[in-house]
């Protein structure tokens, strides 16, 4: 079956410090791999994607991920958190001619002064 | 720059009432979507198009409804709405060939009473 799996609902840092959110996949081909950020009250806005080629992809605001595929895993990092980083993140596979989007729990990311 | 607009940020129904939620993009988008996020749940999908008149079912259609009668514009309808509809609704858009990248609306937070 197909499915995403965000195992920290909720997560807290320390602003300035480093921060890595997972993903884990289970996805029968080769998947396009997103991550998201849900300001409060706002809809979904694309951090970074991954469709092929180079393993570390960047995004917006700071953000980069890592694909790997013996893991099974899409990874956000970023390596100094800023207070307006708190949001939900939700982890997302795709690759059907669909369209479609499969998308983890979330993550919800609060940072501390 | 790319647009979804959703006509309502938020609706307050009563049990019974047929609800229309409404999504417009202006992208020229093939692909659309309705989603509903719970917390601890992630986005579901509801249903979703690929084509003008065109629409298949996702993971939780029950007493939900959809129409797409234009490219632009597509409609998510509750038919009687109920109190287990009390959700945030978000509607996104892709085009065919982009590999799955959704563009996201605002949400609708909907509360039925």
């Known amino acids: 079956a197909q499915s995403v799996t965000q195992p920290d609902i909720h997560i807290t840092v320390s602003e300035g410090a480093s921060l890595e959110l997972r993903c884990n996949y289970s996805?029968?081909?080769?998947?396009?791999l997103f991550w998201y950020v849900q300001s409060p009250g706002q809809g979904l806005q694309l951090l970074l994607k991954y469709f092929s080629g180079d393993t570390l992809v960047q995004g917006i605001k700071g953000f980069e991920a890592e694909f790997k595929r013996s893991q099974s895993s899409f990874n956000l990092r970023k390596p100094s958190v800023h207070w307006s980083d708190a949001a939900e993140y939700f982890c997302a596979v795709g690759g059907g001619n669909t369209g479609k989007l499969i998308f983890g729990q979330g993550t919800t990311l609060q940072v501390k002064p | 720059d790319v647009k979804v607009t959703q006509s309502s940020r938020y609706l307050v129904k009563r049990t019974g009432e047929k609800v229309f939620l409404e999504c417009v993009q202006d992208?020229?988008?093939?692909?659309m979507f309705w989603y509903r996020q719970d917390p601890g749940l992630g986005l579901r999908l509801i249903y979703f198009s690929y084509d003008v008149k065109m629409k298949e079912k996702g993971d939780i259609p029950e007493g939900y409804s959809v129409s797409r009668e234009k490219k632009e514009r597509f409609s998510l309808i509750l038919e009687s709405a109920s109190t287990n509809q009390t959700s945030m609704y978000l509607c996104?858009?892709?085009?065919?060939?982009?590999?799955?990248?959704?563009?996201f609306g605002a949400g609708t937070r909907l509360s039925v009473l």
């Open positions: 996805y029968g081909a080769t998947p396009y």
């Open positions: 992208m020229d988008h093939e692909n």
């Open positions: 996104a858009s892709s085009l065919a060939a982009s590999k799955n990248i959704q563009y």
